[in-house]
């Protein structure tokens, strides 16, 4: 089952960054924060992943609080193309581990 | 990111035959395979685990016997939806996981349509 909670939906302007909250309150140790989206009848794009230090690569950063127990995911310049549903999962990082997808946030992204 | 394909990205059948659809990853070895599906407006529902040359796993209320698994190699699988009915229509999608260990990669799915 999944083990995170987003907010159902969300807008941001074109231009201005895209701050998506996440909450995992039930984190164990050894399990990493990943960070999918998908666009419409596309599948799941990965973003970014991270156990507890903030992270940032060419799409996106993750900063992850210090107790663990909810991150954010910010596109710093959000762009038509990043509508989409963004979906924040918990799991260990070893092989063969599955991933439970929750609800997942709905980002328009208005221009 | 690796290259994952599905094949068919649609397909519309009629109730009570069977369609396979495949899933290949084309430039790593995918030592697991997990297959999903998503009904319109929903998000992705794990239904089954299968690892090359074993048995898939299924998901509680996934029925084994319907939806048939096949991982005969590293780089192919395949999902036969039997005796589909409209029921069944939705997209599969394909995730294979292999070479570096937090990398999981989705296929861009198969919708399917049962008349």
């Known amino acids: 089952d999944a083990k995170t909670t987003q907010p159902t939906s969300m807008d941001c302007a074109e231009g201005r960054a895209a701050n998506l909250p996440c909450n995992h309150s039930?984190?164990?140790?050894?399990?990493?924060v990943y960070w999918y989206r998908q666009i419409h009848s596309q599948g799941p794009q990965y973003i970014i992943h991270?156990?507890?230090n903030n992270e940032t690569n060419e799409m996106a950063s993750l900063i992850i609080t210090e107790d663990r127990k909810s991150s954010t995911l910010i596109l710093p310049h959000a762009t038509l193309r990043d509508t989409a549903v963004y979906y924040c999962?918990?799991?260990?990082?070893?092989?063969?581990?599955?991933?439970?997808f929750g609800t997942g946030t709905s980002l328009t992204v208005i221009p | 990111g690796a290259v994952v394909s599905q094949h068919p990205s649609w397909v519309i059948c009629k109730s009570g035959t069977s369609v396979k659809i495949e899933c290949r990853s084309l430039?790593?070895?995918?030592?697991?395979m997990f297959w999903y599906r998503q009904f319109p407006k929903q998000s992705l529902m794990l239904m089954a685990t299968s690892n090359e040359g074993s048995k898939a796993t299924y998901e509680q209320g996934v029925e084994k016997d319907k939806f048939l698994i096949n991982h005969a190699s590293l780089t192919l699988s395949t999902l036969t939806v039997t005796s589909a009915h409209p029921e069944d229509s939705s997209f599969y999608i394909c995730s294979p996981q292999g070479g570096r260990a937090y990398e999981q990669y989705f296929g861009p799915g198969t919708r399917l349509t049962v008349t």
């Open positions: 999962i918990v799991r260990v990082k070893v092989g063969g581990n599955q991933f439970y």
């Open positions: 039930t984190i164990s140790g050894n399990e990493y």
């Open positions: 430039d790593f070895q995918a030592t697991t």
């Open positions: 991270g156990l507890k």
